[in-house]
């Protein structure tokens, strides 16, 4: 018998609209750049604390109770910068910083981490490093134009949010994009 198997991931959602406006207006000049981008959607926008990849329902249920057992503070994080993965060379994703938060973001991290280990789950080979994917590049066209403008944007400060709850999130890969769907919520202790 087979078992469905679910495409997740853990995350903060974006869940302060300052900030969200203000990376819509990042995302339209990285456009006027003429690179070949897909940008995300505003509404789905989240810092990845963990990718879970496509696991069975069983292990989300181990990844529940792991979340469960997550203990933090309500705390700030602040988003400044705009970067790129790899690097401005070879852009294939770019994202936005998060500077005042990492610290209390790999806390949670280095909390679930060997929580998700125990389900089962492979260890996470890139590590963890906060920050919001904000549009994917399908080319190298107008790749200098677009590296400038990054290069411009490295210190801009999109706001501050309270961190209060994390996600366990399904995604559902459609033709327009993804569909992301809160399964568990982790929630800040007070």
Same mark, same amino acid.
């Given at each position: 018998?087979?078992? =469905?198997? $679910?495409?997740?991931?853990?995350?903060? /959602?974006? /869940?302060?609209?300052?900030?969200?406006?203000? $990376?819509?207006?990042?995302?339209?000049?990285?456009?006027?750049?003429?690179?070949?981008?897909?940008?995300? =959607?505003?509404?789905?926008?989240?810092?990845? #604390? +963990?990718? #879970?990849? =496509?696991?069975?329902?069983?292990?989300?249920?181990?990844?529940? %109770?792991?979340?469960?057992?997550? +203990?933090? @503070?309500?705390? $700030?994080?602040?988003?400044?910068?705009?970067?790129?993965?790899?690097?401005? +060379?070879? $852009?294939?994703?770019?994202?936005?910083?998060?500077?005042?938060?990492? @610290?209390?973001?790999?806390?949670?991290? @280095?909390?679930?981490?060997?929580?998700?280990? @125990?389900?089962?789950?492979?260890? %996470?080979?890139?590590?963890?490093?906060?920050?919001?994917?904000?549009?994917?590049?399908?080319?190298?066209?107008?790749? %200098?134009?677009?590296?400038?403008?990054?290069?411009?944007?490295?210190?801009?400060?999109?706001?501050?949010?309270?961190?209060?709850?994390? +996600?366990?999130?399904?995604?559902? #890969?459609?033709?327009?994009?993804?569909?992301?769907?809160?399964?568990?919520?982790?929630?800040?202790?007070?």
């Amino acid at each position: 018998m087979s078992q =469905e198997r $679910i495409r997740s991931f853990v995350a903060v /959602d974006l /869940d302060e609209s300052t900030i969200r406006e203000g $990376i819509i207006a990042a995302q339209q000049s990285l456009e006027q750049t003429g690179a070949n981008l897909k940008v995300v =959607e505003p509404g789905i926008m989240h810092l990845t #604390l +963990r990718f #879970l990849g =496509e696991i069975p329902q069983t292990t989300v249920e181990r990844v529940k %109770d792991a979340m469960r057992e997550l +203990r933090f @503070q309500p705390f $700030i994080a602040q988003f400044t910068g705009i970067g790129a993965f790899p690097n401005l +060379r070879r $852009i294939s994703v770019v994202w936005v910083g998060v500077t005042h938060g990492q @610290q209390e973001l790999d806390g949670i991290f @280095q909390q679930l981490e060997p929580r998700l280990r @125990q389900t089962g789950l492979p260890p %996470d080979s890139k590590g963890f490093s906060p920050h919001m994917t904000i549009a994917r590049v399908r080319s190298g066209i107008n790749r %200098d134009a677009l590296a400038k403008y990054i290069e411009n944007m490295r210190e801009h400060d999109f706001g501050q949010m309270t961190v209060k709850v994390v +996600r366990l999130k399904k995604s559902t #890969l459609t033709p327009k994009g993804p569909i992301y769907t809160t399964i568990h919520e982790a929630n800040a202790s007070n």
